[in-house]
């Protein structure tokens, strides 16, 4: 019986140093996102170009 106090509090203790690891790493931007913008740059093309056709529809749309 005494065995299993012991691997419980050692659980909980290791539970613990992984729960303090990912808190850090999530403070520090380990998971930011480093793919999005170097796939951005990719469509930036398009991306101009809707914008030019919702400002020319709003234009139109004034006059």
Do not use: H, W
Not at 34 to 43: A, E, G, H, K
């Amino acid at each position: 019986m005494s065995v299993i106090y012991i691997l419980i509090s050692i659980s909980i203790v290791v539970a613990a140093v992984f729960l303090y690891v990912f808190i850090k790493a999530v403070k520090s931007g380990q998971f930011d996102d480093d793919y999005t913008p170097s796939v951005r740059m990719l469509f930036d093309d398009e991306l101009q170009k809707d914008n030019k056709q919702k400002t020319e529809t709003k234009i139109e749309k004034q006059n």
